[in-house]
């Protein structure tokens, strides 16, 4: 059996099809979302959508109250370790209108719901790719193996070729590359959900805070 994996591993073959697959992927992609690809397995181990939904329902409390004791102009005050609702939170702060900060929550939501997009397509692009040069590779390999057929010593190592290439590309589309793809899209449609919260929830906060002054012009023109 370990004679049989050993056999499995070709460190020319293997780093061919990945510098192939690469090349693919960068082609169709770009370099921007390629990076942002492989940033992005990192998330795979440390994201945690639900735990960041809830510290920042919590987070929420807190802001809800500064607001209604303080203003909005305080809202900022209140620290949290998240990136986004750091940012949603000062912006709230410092909206003039609410309709200000509606638009800053829209684009910034578009805006990572995009990025997130790109970073999935580059995986399912790896994926796509991998079995496409599997079968590239062994199509070489049974060429090279036609053409020496009258040397058998030569049929052996064109047959590995065919064989390794197709078994690469569909371990690294079926075990690595789609399995991250889905799990990615999974990370991010969690989060941009508990952030679509959070800027409905601080929308709503912003409307009922400046309401009052709305009445009060109101009474003041009449």
């Known amino acids: 059996m370990i004679a049989i994996i050993s056999h499995l591993f070709d460190p020319l ?13 960068l082609f169709q992609n770009g370099v921007s979302a390629m990076g942002g690809a492989m940033a992005a397995l990192r998330l795979l181990l440390t994201a945690d959508p639900a735990r960041d939904r809830d ?3 919590a987070a929420m409390l807190k802001i809800d109250q500064v ?15 998240n990136i986004f609702l750091t940012e949603a939170a000062r912006k709230l702060a410092n909206s ?10 829209a684009q910034s939501l578009a805006d990572r719901a995009q990025r997130h997009g790109a970073v999935h397509k580059a995986w399912l692009s790896i994926a796509d790719a ?14 090279g193996m036609f053409a020496a057929m009258d040397d058998p010593a030569k049929l052996g190592p064109s047959m590995a070729l065919a064989l390794l290439t197709t078994f690469y590309g569909v371990v690294i589309a079926n075990i690595i590359a789609a399995p991250v793809a889905a799990r990615l899209a ?3 449609e969690r989060e941009l959900a508990w952030q679509r919260e959070v800027a409905d929830r601080m929308l709503a ?7 009052p002054l709305r009445r009060a012009a109101i009474r003041e023109v009449a």
């Open 13 to 25: 073959t293997l780093a061919a099809m990945l510098v192939g697959i690469a090349a693919v992927a």
């Open 55 to 57: 510290a920042a329902r």
């Open 67 to 81: 607001a209604q004791l303080r203003g909005l102009s305080c809202t900022d005050r209140v620290k949290t370790a």
């Open 96 to 105: 003039e209108r609410t309709d200000m900060f509606e638009l800053w929550a």
């Open 130 to 143: 991998a079995p496409a040069l599997g079968m590239a590779g062994t199509i070489i390999g049974l060429v």
């Open 186 to 188: 999974d990370l991010s």
């Open 205 to 211: 906060i912003a409307r009922r805070e400046n309401a």
